[in-house]
């Protein structure tokens, strides 16, 4: 992989590892609905979706910088995981959370907190980090509700 394809990545991951966290202080403070009014009501969605950025780029971070240090960077088609992963972690994190809630997906949260949900919050950031083997389990979930072969078998 060229020097400079790396220092891309490199940036893109760090800027958006950092700036996820600048964007939670700004939502924490009330400062970005201050700056965006229309985000209003939304506050939780975007902690979702932030928590899912901070442990989706943080998780490609160390993976690129591992692949680095191992000097496996030889695959030019694997640079792309790099960059769409976190986004695609991002949702997953907001939608996992909204299964949960639902009751669809089975996760009990004690001493809920609407105002402060730290514990939605918490598991946004693990689906974030590890998004794939959320959806290999979601997939399998899916395979089992949705199965048509299942329900002709009986």
């Known amino acids: 992989m060229k020097n400079w ?15 996820s966290f600048i964007a939670v202080g700004f939502l924490w403070t ?6 965006l009014p229309e985000v209003a009501g939304m506050e939780q969605l975007l902690y979702y979706f932030f928590a899912g950025a901070i442990g989706g780029s943080l998780r490609h971070l160390y993976m690129f910088c591992t692949h680095y240090m191992k000097d496996e960077l030889h695959n030019h088609r694997e640079w792309i995981m790099y960059i769409f992963y ?3 972690a991002t949702g997953t994190a907001v939608i996992a ?10 996760i009990e949260f004690t001493n809920h907190n609407e105002a402060h949900p730290y514990a939605e919050i918490s598991i946004a950031f693990f689906i974030g ?21 299942k329900n002709n078998a009986k």
């Open 129 to 149: 980090f590890g998004f794939n083997r959320f959806l290999a389990k979601l997939n399998k979930v899916s395979e089992n509700m949705f199965d048509a072969n």
């Open 30 to 35: 009330g400062q970005l609905v201050k700056a």
């Open 97 to 106: 959370v909204t299964l949960i809630q639902s009751g669809i997906l089975f």
């Open 86 to 88: 976190p986004f695609f």
């Open 5 to 19: 394809l790396i220092a891309v990545i490199l940036t893109y991951l760090f800027l958006l590892f950092f700036g």
